[in-house]
């Protein structure tokens, strides 16, 4: 059963939780997060949606039975770091569950001077948007599910077709602001078909290409090894 619109259940949970307190992992180094650079990852728990495909479910959706990583030794382990990086990548989980998000990256942005990028699901366009204004992420990756009628099915009913197209087409008016900040992928998980991608392409704002990545269950990949 879809929730009401604009219900969220698990923003609820997470709204009175910074970023730092839904930290849970951190990869040091990273090749393929973020392509042409070096990059450090930064794994938030939790996510209002249930993808029945997901690649990480775990820290989406059990993230509460692990501890977080520390504020002091992120920061440490990041400063020490920053000269080899290109960059600091953001992803969840979903991160912009969390409303001071902007306020977030805008910090580490100005303590770490590197480029962030965001990783998105697309469902919280007012916290990418105020991201934005902060100037605090230099690009946003957002993940287009299906064409809209199949997002119930994508994302475990947590979505309805007409609540994707609505806050969906508000992501897609920020990127038309800002085209050199934003890219939209889409993992091509089983359920979706040739006629999707091609369905979806047709979404995406004038001049967007939609990048697609292969679908790969969950690796169980993040770090729990520096837990505080
Ligand atoms: S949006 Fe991403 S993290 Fe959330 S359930 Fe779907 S695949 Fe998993």
Same mark, same amino acid.
């Given at each position: 059963?879809?929730?009401?619109?604009?219900?969220?259940?698990?923003?609820?949970?997470?709204?009175?939780?910074?970023?730092?307190?839904?930290?849970?992992?951190?990869?040091?180094?990273?090749?393929?997060?973020?392509?042409?650079?070096?990059?450090?990852?930064?794994?938030?728990?939790?996510?209002?949606?249930?993808?029945?495909?997901?690649?990480?479910?775990?820290?989406?959706?059990?993230?509460?039975?692990?501890?977080?990583? #520390?504020?002091?030794?992120?920061?440490?382990?990041?400063?020490?770091?920053?000269?080899?990086?290109?960059?600091?990548?953001?992803?969840?989980?979903?991160?912009?569950?969390?409303?001071?998000?902007?306020?977030?990256?805008?910090?580490?942005?100005?303590?770490?001077?590197?480029?962030?990028?965001?990783?998105?699901?697309?469902?919280?366009?007012?916290?990418?948007?105020?991201?934005?204004?902060?100037?605090?992420?230099?690009?946003?990756?957002?993940?287009?599910?299906?064409?809209?009628?199949?997002?119930?099915?994508?994302?475990?009913?947590?979505? #309805?077709?007409?609540?994707?197209?609505?806050?969906?087409?508000?992501?897609?008016?920020?990127?038309?602001?800002?085209?050199?900040?934003?890219?939209?992928?889409?993992?091509?998980?089983?359920?979706?078909?040739?006629?999707?991608?091609?369905?979806?392409?047709?979404?995406?704002?004038?001049?967007?290409?939609?990048?697609?990545?292969?679908?790969?269950?969950?690796?169980?990949?993040?770090?729990?090894?520096?837990?505080?």
């Amino acid at each position: 059963m879809a929730f009401p619109e604009g219900f969220s259940p698990y923003r609820v949970m997470c709204n009175d939780l910074s970023p730092w307190s839904r930290l849970r992992g951190l990869e040091p180094m990273s090749l393929c997060d973020w392509p042409g650079r070096v990059c450090a990852v930064l794994f938030l728990g939790g996510c209002d949606l249930r993808c029945p495909t997901c690649h990480n479910f775990h820290l989406a959706w059990h993230s509460q039975d692990d501890p977080c990583l #520390s504020r002091t030794g992120t920061l440490d382990m990041l400063a020490r770091k920053a000269s080899w990086l290109d960059g600091l990548v953001v992803t969840g989980g979903e991160a912009t569950l969390s409303e001071d998000l902007p306020e977030w990256l805008a910090e580490l942005h100005v303590r770490l001077s590197l480029p962030i990028k965001l990783d998105t699901n697309g469902m919280h366009p007012d916290v990418v948007e105020r991201s934005l204004a902060l100037q605090a992420v230099d690009l946003v990756a957002v993940d287009i599910k299906g064409p809209w009628r199949k997002y119930p099915l994508l994302t475990g009913n947590r979505i #309805s077709a007409h609540q994707a197209k609505a806050t969906l087409r508000q992501t897609f008016k920020l990127a038309e602001l800002s085209p050199d900040r934003f890219l939209f992928r889409t993992t091509l998980v089983p359920l979706l078909t040739p006629e999707d991608i091609q369905a979806m392409s047709m979404l995406l704002p004038s001049g967007f290409t939609l990048h697609t990545q292969p679908f790969r269950p969950f690796q169980g990949r993040y770090n729990k090894e520096n837990a505080c």
